[in-house]
């Protein structure tokens, strides 16, 4: 194989996940000698694409596994509504737009969905499932892009760009251990965010960010990000937040995916360490509480809290990955969970004596609220009394980071004001432009499909 | 001496491991049967986990569509595991227990037992003879290749039942009705379990690309051996029901259910071992690879000496050619309830259990 730095490619692209390989799909389609320079080693690769399932899909009729319609009004108020107005509205809906041309080309390259099925998914309307989810879809994208004679480098972490008079020239990257220089005539950034750099996420969040996890690829260290706005490119998004959820406090440090997740807060009492109650368990349906608990949690001593249930309520929630503490009094589970005893003791109670009688609802609002309680659990508030007792401790998960790069709607990227010539940019690197705060599942999906595809078209029109 | 006192887990707890992972996840939820028979429930017996076991045909596809496998710390290998799995329960299930392992996991034995089988026949050849018959009678008499046969055909089947009733008791099934027979045929028939929507087919010798070899090459093996076992049972009702001993011409059933069915045994088996050479082999039971792929190219012999038998017909080679085939026979079913082939029934009583359970679900 000729060295690949003796070779001037026609698109260089950053990243190796949804984003990065749709733009490289669509440039190496063209004819364009293409090159992806992935920081991950082959096994991880995909960086946190490989950790989704779904995409969100505007439609308007039935639409491969798509049930009814999705049209782009429902689909902009879902939007509206989880980002609270903090989002660029014509690329907002740009991007809902373009998403029902999406989903065809990502069967046409290779991607699989899932027939639409009953149980545990509630989101056949609105989302369409990645059959095995989406290291399978990444799988299906690395071997089009390979029939296309795209070249994927694993461990390729790019240490500097080179920008000189607002054009892309080359980069520094070290490749398998060694030092090369990269050029090309133009340059698709899709390198994620940067949540995997705990120093940068202590920089904007204060230490407590040291306790999180990290539910995503270890590899999304946002250095091309930091060096781009080093180099003054114009960004989106506050350096200050992240998206975090509450999730098992056992999960590993990096990259513990889905399973990690605890569906079990509105059924249980939440204390911290010190074995008080913070927040209303029972405020809402859990999937849209469940962003606000990373928070909540994150604001507590040492970023932990313990979610504490009795056994009538065990099989309510998605099962967990690592199986509950269990005992058979609250001072044996205080023990277990390394909690003050007496405090657990008085905490539940407090809450049990607070319960009052009424119908159990788990799966909707059943207004079974606790009554003169600080602060109350307004929704399936039962006493905690049926033994065993089961207890989790949860920490703050971030799943992504919303500092990131600005682009125009043909992910074009600028520094100063200017557009850059050679420069494109998609995915979770850029999605701070679509999604400046809140969350909506599938969209990061789309916001990687929608414009790694337009980076991909973009970048290979202007080699051509 | 080690000091190492990391407990090990059965095959049994590590499948069990690994599926709770699994039931956490659940992005599998659209490939086989193993995954919404998994999510149906929350904790797992070690019937359940035979019997997830006995549904999973090792196509792989899970295995590159985990975000879990090595060298993340979940470090889950579910066909694997899954195999580990099937290979202890058929163990445990066979029946007489002294030949539990020796043939699943044994390539060598296998072997010998072809070595056996054939010294047998050709032992018989010389010793009782020809009862003056024609064709292949001329060498073996009918009734000889009766007397070593008949017990032959039947014990594998004595035994097998005996193994499905232990599976049964293990997996708490119940009484079987016809549409739960009819459902597991169809699924088996179809290899539906083999069908996850548009990623068709296993992951077998192409890595985490998808493709239909295998799925083709098990039913070249499937159709070929029932075709052989009718052509051979069609002779039988000719010779007993209508007095038309062998030879049979080309244009008989014997020869025209034979040939195809020996030609498809042949390819397919042909084609599984090679397939087998090309996958990975840390996707499946370890141990059992040498017995498996033993346990296949003596499948592929049956149908190549049958053929080889045939064509050879009027020269001198019959001799050796019938010992040799005959032989090979001989040992594949004396061996069968405890080699790969067991899988068969095993599969089937885990859909019809499947279908029991999907049933009783609504």
Redesign the interface.
């Known amino acids: 194989m000729t060295r690949v730095d003796a070779i001037t490619w026609d698109v260089v692209v950053v990243g190796g996940g949804n984003a990065a390989l749709c733009a490289a799909i669509e440039a190496a389609e063209t004819g364009a000698r293409v090159v992806m320079l992935e920081a991950a080693p082959k096994?991880?690769r995909g960086g946190n694409s490989?950790?989704t399932?779904n995409f969100r899909c505007m439609h308007r009729g039935p639409l491969s596994v798509l049930t009814g319609s999705y049209e782009e009004e429902e689909y902009f108020d879902d939007l509206i509504r989880v980002t609270k107005g903090k989002t660029d509205e014509y690329l907002a809906r740009m991007t809902i737009r373009d998403s029902e041309t999406c989903l065809p080309w990502m069967?046409r390259h290779g991607v699989?969905?899932?027939?639409s099925?009953s149980?545990?998914?509630s989101l056949s309307r609105t989302n369409a499932?990645?059959?095995?989810?989406?290291?399978?879809l990444v799988?299906a994208y690395y071997?089009t892009a390979e029939d296309l004679g795209v070249t994927v480098l694993y461990e390729a972490e790019v240490r500097h760009v080179t920008v000189a008079e607002g054009r892309f020239q080359g980069l520094d990257a070290r490749i398998g251990g060694k030092d090369l220089r990269i050029e090309g005539r133009a340059l698709v950034l899709a390198s994620g965010g940067f949540q995997a750099d705990i120093d940068w996420l202590a920089d904007a969040w204060g230490p407590a960010a040291r306790n999180f996890l990290i539910r995503g690829t270890p590899y999304n260290r946002g250095v091309v990000l930091r060096d781009m706005l080093d180099q003054g490119a114009d960004s989106v998004g506050d350096p200050t937040q992240c998206h975090a959820v509450a999730i098992d406090g056992r999960s590993?440090k990096y990259?513990g995916?889905?399973?990690t997740?605890l569906d079990c807060v509105p059924f249980s009492v939440v204390v911290n360490q010190n074995g008080d109650r913070f927040y209303d368990e029972g405020e809402d349906v859990w999937p849209k509480r469940y962003a606000i608990w990373g928070r909540l949690v994150a604001a507590q001593p040492e970023q932990v809290a313990y979610s504490i249930i009795d056994a009538k309520s065990l099989?309510l929630f998605?099962?967990?990955?690592f199986p509950p503490e269990t005992a058979d009094t609250i001072e044996g589970l205080a023990q277990k969970l390394g909690l003050p005893g007496n405090k657990l003791r008085e905490t539940i109670d407090a809450f049990n004596a607070a319960c009052r009688s009424g119908d159990f609802h788990p799966t909707e609002l059943d207004g079974l609220a606790t009554e003169g309680l600080t602060p109350p659990k307004t929704n399936w508030a039962r006493p905690i009394t049926e033994p065993p007792f089961y207890g989790y401790s949860l920490r703050p998960g971030v799943t992504f980071t919303y500092l990131g790069l600005k682009v125009d709607r043909t992910a074009r990227v600028s520094a100063h004001g200017a557009r850059l010539h050679n420069i494109w940019a998609a995915g979770e690197i850029m999605a701070g432009s679509i999604l400046g705060e809140g969350y909506l599942a599938g969209f990061g999906m789309t916001i990687g499909t929608v414009f790694g595809r337009i980076a991909g078209q973009e970048a290979a029109a202007h080699v051509a | 001496m080690s000091l190492d006192i990391t407990p090990t887990l059965t095959a049994t707890e590590e499948a069990r491991r690994q599926v709770e992972i699994c039931n956490a996840c659940r992005y599998c939820e659209g490939y086989c049967a193993v995954f919404p028979a998994a999510f149906a429930e929350r904790s797992f017996s070690d019937g359940d986990i035979t019997q997830l076991a006995s549904l999973c045909h090792n196509c792989r596809g899970c295995y590159y569509a985990c975000q879990y496998t090595e060298p993340h710390e979940f470090a889950l290998n579910l066909p694997a595991a899954l195999a580990e799995v099937r290979v202890e329960s058929w163990a445990r299930f066979a029946w007489p227990g002294a030949f539990a392992r020796l043939f699943q996991t044994h390539g060598v034995a296998l072997a010998a037992a072809l070595v056996l089988g054939t010294a047998l026949i050709f032992a018989a050849i010389r010793l009782l003879g020809t009862g003056a018959g024609d064709g292949f009678y001329a060498y073996l008499s009918h009734s000889a290749m009766v007397a070593i046969f008949a017990p032959a055909f039947l014990f594998p089947l004595l035994a097998l039942a005996m193994g499905v009733r232990r599976y049964w008791h293990e997996v708490g099934g119940t009484a079987v009705t016809l549409a739960d027979l009819r459902a597991a045929l169809i699924d088996a028939g179809r290899m539906r379990n083999l069908s996850g929507g548009a990623a068709e087919g296993c992951n077998y010798e192409k890595g985490d690309r998808y493709s239909v070899a295998r799925k083709h090459a098990h039913h070249a093996v499937v159709w070929g051996f029932l075709l052989c076992f009718a052509s051979t049972s069609s002779g039988t009702i000719l010779h007993y029901v209508l007095d038309m001993p062998a030879p049979y011409p080309f244009f008989s059933l014997p020869k025209l259910l034979g040939v195809p069915g020996g030609i498809l045994l042949t390819l397919g088996a042909a084609g599984l071992a090679m397939l087998k050479l090309r996958a990975d082999p840390a996707l499946g039971a370890v141990a059992a690879w040498g017995g498996e792929m033993a346990f296949v190219i003596l499948l592929g012999l049956t149908g190549l000496t049958g053929l080889a038998l045939y064509a050879a017909t009027g020269t001198g080679l019959v001799a050796p050619l019938l010992a040799l085939h005959l032989g090979t026979v001989l040992a594949f079913f004396v061996t069968l309830p405890y080699s790969k082939m067991a899988h068969a029934t095993y599969r089937l009583a885990a859909l019809t259990r499947d279908a029991q359970l999907k049933r009783r679900a609504g």
């Open positions: 096994p991880y490989r950790h399932r069967e699989a969905f899932q027939p099925l149980g545990t998914l499932f990645f059959l095995g989810g989406g290291k399978a799988n071997n590993p990259d995916g889905i399973v997740r099989n998605m099962p967990s990955v």
